[in-house]
Antibody
Framework: EVQLVESGGGLVQPGGSLTLSCAGS????????MHWVRQTPGEGLVWVSR????????KYADSVKGRFTISRDNAKNTLYLHMNSLRAEDTAVYYC??????????WGQGTLVTVSS | DIVMTQTPLSSPVTLGQPASISCKSD???????????LSWLQQRPGQPPRLLLY???SRFSGVPDRFSGSGAGTDFTLKISRVEAEDVGVYYC?????????FGQGTRLEIK
């Protein structure tokens, strides 16, 4: 089983930047594709981004393309989401999750990002 | 993007009775490799989502056998054979056949 712990959430002003981290346990982390998914009461669950195990082939939702960057450091078993030009509509709980044969089998507890002045 | 539509949005159920949730996609979820990447997630109050079923009907590790999935193409169903108190929460269908991954709106299961 993979344990995932997100951190880095908080309050940021519109137009600001924030970097989320997701620390994974176990050797399986470095072998797994990883995703970020966010959740709001209004929109529900929304996929944000995905990255392959070797750090290649990053994909993004249209709503964040050009503003967010996904990356990982397998030596540190850590996934990142660098978020720039934040907007009020980016306010959400952000989850990282492992990809296992085209499903999301393990999820972290989430970290809350609030974009407000 | 593939749109996932769940019904009902709320399901009051008596303990020990069955429950059923429907999920429909607006495009076929059959991947070019022949598999259908439709999953069901459970989110208990205050918890992150948890994987229950993947590839329509395969139960993930530790998931009780009272949970089952069926369907094909664009129509899918999650069934709980006998609802227990710990099943309270919101259930989501999710497709990963095509990016972006998309989710249903969620169905809230509550006890009558």
């Amino acid at each position: 089983e993979v344990q995932l712990v997100e951190s880095g959430g908080g309050l940021v002003q519109p137009g600001g930047s924030l970097t989320l981290s997701c620390a994974g346990s176990g050797s399986a982390f470095s072998l797994s594709w990883m995703h970020w998914v966010r959740q709001t009461p209004g929109e529900g669950l929304v996929w944000v981004s995905r990255i392959h195990a070797d750090g290649s082939n990053a994909k993004y939702a249209d709503s964040v393309k050009g503003r967010f960057t996904i990356s990982r450091d397998n030596a540190k078993n850590t996934l990142y989401l660098h978020m720039n030009s934040l907007r009020a509509e980016d306010t959400a709980v952000y989850y990282c999750a492992t990809d296992w044969y085209y499903t999301l089998n393990y999820w972290g507890q989430g970290t809350l990002v609030t974009v407000s002045s | 993007d593939i749109v996932m539509t769940q019904t009902p949005l709320s399901s009051p159920v008596t303990l020990g009775q069955p429950a059923s949730i429907s999920c429909k996609s607006d495009q076929s979820l059959v991947h070019s490799d022949g598999f259908t990447y439709l999953s069901w997630l459970q989110q208990r109050p205050g918890q992150p989502p948890r994987l229950l079923l993947y590839k329509i009907s395969s139960r993930f590790s530790g998931v009780p056998d009272r949970f089952s999935g069926s369907g094909a193409g664009t129509d899918f169903t999650l069934k709980i054979s006998r609802v227990e108190a710990e099943d309270v929460g919101v259930y989501y269908c999710m497709q990963a056949t095509q990016l972006p991954i998309t989710f249903g709106q969620g169905t809230r299961l509550e006890i009558k």
